[in-house]
């Protein structure tokens, strides 16, 4: 009895105790909030009409003048390093490590009542874009824990790509206005517009298509691509493939969805939609891994892929860090982008291009350098220079990804895209990359072995004005010859002892087929 009015009152007391200390610490919490009212988890959402919502998180703790925390925007997670200002306006020095390199951003804000208004500068020249952050619930939008990668094996070659795959895809004309619209025109128009009787297939979805994930984890689409089964039956239907495009990171390129923790999921899904060719951009995946944990992610994904069962083209692009072009086969890749995004101007194009002179060696049936995709017919470039992306890329082995609107283009850069005679270059049976064989200035002489002993012979005019260049045949061991062909002329010239001077217009190419 003593003992039971002994433990009530015990109860009594430690509860009177309990509340108390909760009062107390929920006053301290109110007064830390108030001394520091950015501390908490902020979440920016920014609208778009595809019905996918991307949320930028701002995990802040603030202790006086001082502010730390995280940033977690797109594809990226930063560490605040510095900061000034306060609540009334304050400007955050964050950071992250993208492979070696540091990656700095800087976001300016204050707080307006309840709300953060938050942003930062794209590029120095112009104005900052701002958005509202709202509180949300602490660990929302935390970066998700770290799979260990698995250890390296070879992954099995899939037969496919045998020569560089041809297609479309969408990113370099449409970037996140593509739609399922869109992408049954370009199919229309591929099928009927000589394209594909030239050799062109792949109709590549790139980044923006994905929705959030559903309660069993599968990868849903946005509004933007109401059904994608339905979409990639109809391309098929036009005797075309689809292709699709997804990261192994948390977040692709563009901040939506990716495939982290789900690769074996998503292949499934890509393969019982019927899809053909997957891009896989490493983009979100450097907040979680090193670059020399790239040939580990990449292999799962190869691994995943043929567990499927269904014949689908892999397609790495990281940009081509840690030297992709000496594992990119092994770990199951068709191709990988050798280089950073290519741009529509002839710097970019010919940066890019210009540069694979070294990678030779590593091209060959089945898996290709990717120097990017194609911008011929985009507008910024003229027709003599897109006919030089055109010759380069087909004397490189390059995947012929074209990257225009396909529905909608000039006479003359269909016919630049559909030069059968270049394109036959470009899918030689040999699969053997060309090499610079000369350079004198601005004048360029590259080469390429074909199958059956011929050459091509493709003499670049980098300069901006017009240019005579020799071409000596014993120097580029064409001594012996029958026939030489000018193939954007469409005619044999003569292949007379000892030379022939070619007259190339400024940006521009002779491209020879010699036999
Ligand atoms: C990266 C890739 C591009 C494109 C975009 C999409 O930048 O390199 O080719 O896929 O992502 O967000």
Known sequence: MNSKIFSGRFYVIAGALLISACFVASIAFAQQQS?????????????????????AYF???????????????????????????????????????????????????????????????????????FQMAQRAPDGEGALPARVEPPALHKVKDNGLARTPPMGWNSWNKFAGRIDDATVRGVADAMATNGMKAAGYVYINIDDTWEGSRDAQGNI???????DMKALADYVHSKGLKLGIYSSPGPNTCAGYEGTYGHEEQDAQTFAKWGIDYLKYDWCGARTLYTDEEMPAIYQKMGDALLKTGRPIVYSLCQYGRLDVWKWGADVGGNLWRTTGDIRDTWDSMTNIGFRQNELAPYAKPGHWNDPDMLEIGNG???????????????????????????????PATLEILTNKEVIA?????????????????????????????????????????????????????LAKRKTVR?????????????EYVATVPGHGVVLLRVK
């Open 486 to 498: 000018d193939l954007w002329l469409h005619q044999d010239i003569a292949a007379a002892d000892p």
């Open 35 to 55: 001394d520091n009212p950015l501390t908490g988890n902020w979440a920016a959402a920014s609208p778009s009409n595809d019905g996918y919502v991307r949320k």
């Open 425 to 477: 270059i470009n899918q030689d049976k040999q699969g053997q990359q060309g090499k610079q064989v000369w350079k004198a200035g601005d004048q360029e002489i590259w080469t390429r072995p074909l199958a059956g002993g011929a050459t091509a012979v493709a003499v670049f005019n980098r300069g901006k004005e017009e240019a005579k260049v020799t071409v000596k045949w014993a120097d580029l061991q």
């Open 380 to 410: 910024g470039m003229t027709e003599t220079e897109y006919r030089t992306h055109m010759s380069l890329w087909a004397i490189l082995a390059a995947p012929l990804l074209a990257g225009n609107d396909l529905g909608n283009m000039t």
């Open 220 to 226: 849903t689409t946005n509004k933007k691509f109401p």
């Open 59 to 129: 995990n802040l703790k603030q202790d006086g003048a001082k502010i730390t925390g995280t940033i977690r925007a797109t594809q990226f997670f930063y560490t605040i390093k510095e900061n000034t200002g306060g609540p009334e306006g304050f400007t955050l020095m964050a950071s992250m490590m993208d492979g070696k390199s540091e990656r700095k951003v800087t976001y300016e804000g204050k707080l307006i009542g309840n709300e953060l208004q938050i942003g930062r500068r794209n590029r120095p020249d112009q104005p900052i874009t």
